[in-house]
């Protein structure tokens, strides 16, 4: 069952609350009077015309069924989760059925974290690096003389010095029972890893790594692993303690034998808009304080900004860069590392899906400020250059492509939309005359025009007039005591409407009278709207 719910986790086009035109959190009684009202309206009693007739059953039928839905508590729960299709998945009537709404939630939520598990062990194995190292020095730092004889020698040098390939995998070879019955009952697990590299400039690796919870906020690992080269084999050992500090911090402790043995000790606290570090490492041959600082933008391409200095015996070195994500699965990321004496260097790193390509560019060997501000101009210059000559144009076509497509595939159940909405509204004329009526003698809520679709400007009338969709009608039926109002939620769902743009951003606009007065309102697409307002009303001299 679980895989047949992986399967039909995409929610129904036919959005049962907006048909009833209530909210998500709507009482029973609430969602009892909008089926008593549109019951009124679509009972296939009231119609002597055949096709009327069979058009109010077809309608009928539906609203009822919303209905049935919403008012069970079971249903409705695995209706919000899982949508319509989640009702028709077998299995349901045996087991969940029994549970309450809150178990079934929790059934929901153990399944997506079962998949999200998958989800990033699909992203982590295998694991590749192909890293190409380039030497640029001869660009910043030369002799012109050295080169007057030599053919071609007015060109700098360019090379690149070192290049390796890696690839790993890893694999589950053991799960505790034990472990998975504690996790249930005192948060304990244990987990064990196998790991294979090949690749690496140091020859094939070969290691196990354990993973264990010690209480619900700490946590530990250990990895061993064999290093196979030329001069043999070479062991090596890592563990680590990690405990929360706080909601938002987390403190590192971690010991490593091997060619390059430490001890570290880091501080990471990780929010929403910035990630900080703080590490102290002892060992041989290096010892370090490192601080960095990541600012990270509330923005759709995640884009990150951070920077760090580093001491230790080697020196001291200073890094700042960029990072942000180019495609759904792409992150490219450029820092600069200046210090002393290593000089200043380029870092581009580009990370797609679970492979990583790093180009480290070495520039010179001392600070020269002509290489710190090419280093830093550069790289922003040629992304923007791409970005908007190459990324953008691609970005777009493939956006309209899919558009289309979605378009192509919908083609269908629009038209059948579309023809329910028409007979809808036939089926609404009595009543709305009638409405209209009792609200024009207590000079009360009259729709005059109500448009809803997409809205462009005014020197594309035509192209308006092709994507928006009278709902004057709809929107006057549903008038109540000289009151009208939806709820949060697509008003393409709603008695009448249906999508005349699939995939567009839309609106709905409302020109109203109420006292006398003209008032007019635009509001979007899942946007509630309660009218009428104060502030719809327009002015007399406009």
Known sequence: MAAALENELEVDNEDYYSLLNVRREATQEELKSSYRRLCMLYHPDKHRDPELKRQAEQLFNYVHQAYEVLSDPQSRAIYDIFGKKGLEVEGWEVVERKRTPAEIREEYERLQR????????????????????????????????????????????????????????????YTSQFGEIRIARYKLAMREVGTFGAGDIRGPLFGMKVFRNVTARCFVTAQWGLQFSSRGVRPSAT?????????????????????????????VRDTKTSHFTLTLQLGVPHSYLMMSYQYKFQDEDQTKVKGSIKTGFFGTVVEYGAERKISPHSVLAATVS?????GVSLKIRLNRASQTYLFPIHLTDQILPSAVFYATVGPLAIYLAVQKLIIMPYVRAQKEQELEKQKEDSASEIARRKQEAEASVLLMQESVKRIIDAEES??????????????????SQKRERAKVIDVTVPLQCLVKDSKLILTEASKAGLPGFYDPCVGEEKSLKLLYQFRGAMHQVLSGDTEPLKIPKQTHRINSET
């Open 114 to 173: 079962e998949r999200d598990e998958r989800r990033l062990q699909q992203r982590t194995n295998p694991k590749g690096t192909i890293s190409v190292g380039i030497d640029v020095t001869d660009l910043f730092d030369r002799y012109e003389e050295d080169f007057e004889d030599v053919p071609g020698g007015g060109f700098p040098h360019i090379e690149i010095n070192r290049m390796h390939i890696s690839q790993s995998i890893e694999v589950s070879i």
């Open 239 to 267: 563990t680590m303690m990690a405990r929360h500090l706080d909601q938002n911090t987390m403190g590192y402790l971690q010991w490593r034998w091997g060619s390059q043995s430490a001890m570290t000790t880091s501080i």
């Open 338 to 342: 200046i210090g002393v004496p290593q």
């Open 442 to 459: 207590k000079m009360g809520l009259i729709i005059l025009n109500a448009w809803y679709g997409k809205f462009v400007s005014d020197n």
